[in-house]
C-alpha cells in the first residue's frame, strides 16, 4: 500500500546491504509467501469455496492488525470520506472473492499471469476516473498486455477458451485497479494505516454473507490451515509493502513477477501442472506491458519531481 511520506534511504553501512538489496529481499519473501497462500487456496477448494476462503482470510488479517487498532481505535477509524471507504472495501472483497475462486479453478501459472492485468486496467482508470494525462506509450503498451491476454485464453480454439475461471481471474484483475485507483485518492488525507483497518474490518462484514451461503465448519487440521492461508496473505502484504517502501519501485517490480516462477513451479510439482505454449508467449507479453507501464510511470514522476 502507498505512503505518501517522502522516502529517506536508511544509511547503509561498511556491513549494510543496499536499499535496493534489502528491497528485493523483501519482495522475495512476498513473492514466497503469495505462493504458499494460493498453494492453500487450491490445496484447500475442493472442500472450501472461495467465499468462505475468503472469511478467514480477512478474519485472520484483523485478528493481526487487533493489537496495533486498540491502541489507538479512535485514530485508526478517522475518516472524512465513509462512502468511498465502504464502495472500495465492498469491491475488494468481491474481488478477492473471485481471485480465489480463479486460484482454485485454473492452473496457478495462467491464474497468477491473468492476476498481473491489475496493471494493464489502471491505465484506462487514470484516464477517466484519475483525470491523470495518459501518454500514447501507456496506452499502446495496455492493449499489448490485453493482446498476451489474447493469446493465453485463445477465445473461440479449440480445447481452450474463456471459462468461467478465466472471467473470475480478469474480474478480479480489474476490481482490485479500482481499490488501487480508490486508495490513490484516499491516500491525500488518509494515512496507510487507516485505509488497511477500514479494509480489514468491512472486508471481513462484506464477506460475511457470501460466506454463509457455502457455510460449513471446518475439521480441526482445515482450520489450521485456513488460518495459516489468512496470517501468511497479511505477512506477504506486509512484505510486499516493506520491500516498496525501502527499495526504489522502478527496481523493485520486476521482482514481484518471481511469483509467477514460484507458482508455475509449485503447480508443476505440487499439482502436476504443466502449462501451455500459449500461457508461456502470453504470460511474457503481459509481464513486458506491465513491466513497460511500471517504469514509465517512474520516469514521469522522476521528470515532474525535477520539474
Known amino acids: 500500500m502507498p505512503d505518501e511520506r517522502p522516502f529517506v534511504p536508511p544509511v547503509v553501512g561498511p556491513g549494510a546491504l543496499a536499499p535496493n538489496v534489502q528491497g528485493a529481499l523483501w519482495m522475495l519473501a512476498s513473492a514466497l509467501g503469495f505462493t ?38 479512535r485514530g485508526a477509524f478517522r475518516t472524512t470520506r465513509p462512502g468511498i471507504l465502504l464502495f472500495r472495501s465492498a469491491v475488494g472483497t468481491l474481488a478477492m472473492i473471485f481471485s480465489f475462486y ?7 501459472a ?26 500514447p506509450l501507456r496506452i499502446g503498451a495496455a492493449l499489448v498486455g490485453f493482446l498476451g491476454v489474447l493469446v493465453m485464453l485463445q477465445p473461440g480454439a479449440s480445447g481452450h477458451g474463456f471459462g468461467l475461471g478465466q472471467a473470475a481471474a480478469l474480474a478480479s484483475a480489474a476490481m482490485f485497479a ?5 486508495m490513490k485518492v484516499m491516500t491525500r488525507d488518509h494515512s496507510p494505516f487507516t485505509l488497511l483497518v477500514y479494509s480489514a ?28 492461508m489468512g ?12 520491500g516498496m517502501q525501502i527499495g526504489d519501485a522502478g527496481a523493485m517490480a520486476p521482482i514481484d513477477y518471481s511469483r509467477l ?46 520539474g
Open 36 to 73: 504458499v497462500m494460493t498453494t492453500l487456496i487450491k490445496f484447500l477448494g475442493d472442500d472450501y469455496p472461495a467465499a468462505l476462503q475468503t472469511f478467514y482470510r480477512q478474519a485472520a488479517g484483523l485478528v493481526i492488525l487487533l493489537p496495533m487498532i486498540l491502541r489507538d481505535w
Open 102 to 108: 480463479a486460484f482454485q479453478k485454473l492452473p496457478l
Open 110 to 135: 495462467e491464474a497468477n499471469a491473468l492476476s498481473f492485468t491489475r496493471t494493464l486496467w489502471m491505465v484506462p482508470l487514470a484516464m477517466f476516473v484519475l483525470r491523470e494525462k495518459t501518454g
Open 178 to 182: 479500482m481499490t488501487i485507483t480508490g
Open 201 to 228: 474490518v468491512l472486508g471481513l462484514i462484506f464477506s460475511i454473507p457470501p460466506a454463509a451461503f457455502v457455510w460449513r465448519w471446518p475439521e480441526p487440521v482445515d482450520l489450521m490451515l485456513l488460518a495459516a
Open 231 to 242: 496470517v501468511v496473505g497479511t505477512a506477504t502484504q506486509a512484505c510486499y509493502i516493506k
Open 261 to 306: 516462477v514460484f507458482t508455475t513451479a509449485t503447480g508443476f510439482f505440487i499439482f502436476h501442472e504443466i502449462p501451455g505454449w500459449t500461457t508461456i508467449v502470453g504470460a511474457g507479453i503481459v509481464v513486458a506491458a506491465t513491466l513497460f507501464i511500471t517504469f514509465r510511470e517512474q520516469q514521469l514522476a522522476r521528470r515532474a519531481q525535477k
